[in-house]
């Protein structure tokens, strides 16, 4: 009969017994399998209503783990007849069946349609029905509403399902409890899901599964880690998808070392050659950042796919290791692996991280010629690449060409103009948004609440919190605490702190953005108050408190607190995080307490490129050049490799000393860093150039950088200030303008200062007229002191003190003593006398300006006025 049933299947599949040995052993076990299973199924685990994928055996051998399905194409023709005319219910341990459960009416089935197509209330009241007429409810119409409800998320729904369950005495079948589980877990109630479970007779393999997942799907990784070593030690094995699942729950907590004990025990249940186990395994190890190990599992897979490949790139591309990850991306094309649209999200995040615009472009490239740039996910991560490298241009351009654009699409463009400072787009792009009827979610509105916190915008704020309001999104914790911040941003600590007061959920990211908000107001007395504050309501501070209290104390030089909040960090036991101490170095050097903050670096732990960036520049600041430069060499013998502001301040420290010949060494090793084209760093090799008298050479990095912001402009034409040449300093302001860059406040104080020092008098006039007329700069007691200083060395007293009795603003002393100073060596005695009174009456005690009235006096031989000065 057996060896009938193989012709036949042989046949059906195109083939003939004697010449298919395999398929022919294969089908003669299923035979033997399907035999053993109706003769007694209580051996077998039913998994059909609960199963998750149809790779999953419908029935399962409690002791040798084989599986049936019942749509198997080696099945026996007989087994579907067999299975149509019942429907299998709960076996118990024992052996003894309890129900099958007969579905003649078809209820079930209408039930499971119901559910299917989302009707999920008609189909709960169907049963209810059936449940108020006695009528018996097939096993399948529970299962179909419970699967509907843990789909629709409908937890008020689960619990009455739950409770006719109890009703009909269904509560105690294994599967159904199983169904149950993952119902409530789906539902985001795992608390719920663990009462069943811990209310279960028996737990099978998939029992322990559904409430490991419950825990892990909900983030407890840790405790899904502990009912998993508690289903061990019951003596249950553990299967593949449960390794998977227990592997992901590691991954989330970064528990490399229970990663690791996993690995071992994936080794001994011969699992490790599994491709899907060894997926999970990398992507463990890669998120818990031992990319060595994930390597290594990678390299001994016997087959991998493309999820194998974008586990390892996306390990790399989390670790900082931007060409590493592009350089596997590369390999995998050689050997033939078709990336899919998330290897390609994987890698433009890694570009963009690192501000890797080239390599982002690179990408692109291939994603266009690959035919995923239709892909809305692709799509919108170009979009965030883009912006995050700073080419908008580039961003605007993807995100116009989307065939289909989502809300993530729109709040990637959003963030993008939202980081580059341009508020009027980012609120113009939010209205063309709302106009396309694209919801906002709250990540929409924490992207725009912090738009309007970076270019100060406290009105569009406003708005902005009246619209949450309206649509309730203002209990969201995040939304608050993006409040708190964007108000305190904007200078209002008093809206900061009615949000802060009127949220019903506060965590420590709140206290943070309050604390940081009285700080950067420079009210550092009530920053600590609110310190003080968080710790009696039991709020336990982190890095980020300490950090940004350390930072106020820095912004005004309070020495004294920084101490205190010294002591605090000792106490708390944050003295030996890198960040903290990076803080404290910081602020010691800012305070002028250089021995201090050395001895916090020296006493440090672990030191990376912030700390010494921190110590290098508290010496730059103090003028200690030579220490500066010292101290770089120190770090380069332990092979901490300088970053941009590492270079920015070693240039600093060579323009305050001088030192020309370090500041062209140094501009070697920027070279062979690639950081030649940072702004930053191209600004401070002008500077240096200039201030070491190279400015032939500060114009060459400024022709050369790749791309010329304000700052490098500004420097440029202050670099020719310096040296006293006013005429390139006019016409490089003059190039600025015809390249249709805008002059700031900033650039006319250099220019003027320029013509100044050249004494391009009528110039000056002309740019001082200008700045305002023509550019809305209004001048700035900055720039009337270097007008002021124009007239002056130019012998136009008069006009200089006419220009200060006119200013719009209260002019200070430094303005009276200039012209005071230019009456001594001009001989205008009356103008000093008036210049020396508006002088002593705002600086009483300044010495100064009594020596220099007296050398007027004796100048002029006024012997009577001289006298009384002297007196």
Known sequence: MIRLAVMIQCQEHGRSGSSTPEISGRVVRME???QEFFSDPSQWWDNRFIKTSPKYPDFKHKSTHEGLWIEGRLNPIWVKAKMATMTLG????????????????????????????????????MVELMVEQDTLVPIIAYVGLLKGCARRKALAEGKQVHALLVQSGYDSVTFLGNTLVDMYAKCGSVLDARNVFNTMPEHNVISWTAIISAYADNG??????????????????????????VLKACARISDLEKGKQLHSQIVKSGFEADMIVGNSLVNMYAKCGSIEHARQVFSNMCETDVLSWNALIAGYAQEGLCKDALALYERMKQEDMQPNSVTYVILLKACASIAALEQGKHIHSHIVNSGFELDVIVSSALVHMYAKCGCIEHA?????????????????????????????????????????????????????????????????????????????????????????????????IEHARHVFSNMHERDIVSWNALIAGYAQQGLVKEALALYEQMKQEDVQPDDVTYVVLLNACAGIAALEQGQQLHSRVI??????DI???????????????????????????????????????????EGLGKEALELYEQMKQEDVLPNNVTYVVLLKACARITCLEQGQQLHFQI????????????????????????????????????????VSWNTMIAGYAQQGLGEEAVRLLEQMQREGRKPNGVTYVSVLSACSHSGLVDEGRRLFDFMFKNHG??????????????????????????????????PDAVLWRTLLGAARNHGHVEIGRRAFDCVVKLEPENPSAYVLLSDIYAAAGRRDELANIRK
């Open 32 to 34: 033997q399998l399907w």
């Open 90 to 125: 709960h076996i118990h341990s024992g052996g003894e069946l309890r129900s099958w459960v007969l579905d003649s009416c078809g209820n079930g089935g209408k039930v499971s349609k119901l559910c299917q197509e989302g009707r999920l209330k008609e189909a709960l009241h």
């Open 220 to 245: 407890q990784g840790e405790e899904a880690i502990n009912l998993f070593q508690q289903m061990r030690l019951a003596g249950i094995a553990a299967d593949k998808i449960l390794f998977v699942i």
């Open 396 to 492: 605007r351009q993807v995100f116009n060409n989307m065939h289909e654009r989502d809300v993530v699409s729109w709040n990637a463009m959003i963030a993008g103009y939202a980081q580059q400072g341009l508020g009027k787009e980012v609120f113009e792009l939010y209205e063309q948004m709302k106009l396309e009827d694209v919801q906002p979610t709250h990540v929409t509105y924490v992207v725009l609440l912090k738009a309007c916190a970076s270019i100060a915008s406290l009105e569009d704020g406003k708005r902005l919190h009246s619209q949450i309001v309206e649509i309730g999104f203002e209990s969201d914790v995040i939304i608050g605490n993006t409040l708190v911040d964007m108000y305190a941003k904007c200078g209002s």
């Open 571 to 576: 106490s708390s036991g944050f003295d030996s």
């Open 579 to 621: 960040i903290v101490g990076s803080a404290l170095v910081d602020m010691y050097t800012k305070c002028g307490s250089i021995e201090h903050a050395r001895r916090v670096f020296n006493n440090m732990y672990e030191r990376d490129i912030v700390s010494w960036t921190a110590m290098i520049a508290g010496y730059a600041e």
């Open 671 to 710: 070279i062979e860093s690639g950081f030649q084209s940072d702004e930053m760093v191209g600004g401070a090799l002008i500077d240096m150039y200039a201030k070491c008298g190279s400015i032939e050479d500060a114009r060459h990095v400024f022709n050369n950088l790749p791309e010329q912001d304000l």
């Open 777 to 810: 700069v209004t001048p700035t007691v900055d720039h009337y002191a270097c007008m002021v200083d124009l007239l002056c060395r130019a012998g136009c007293l008069a006009e200089a003190e006419d220009l200060i009795n006119k200013m719009p603003i209260q």
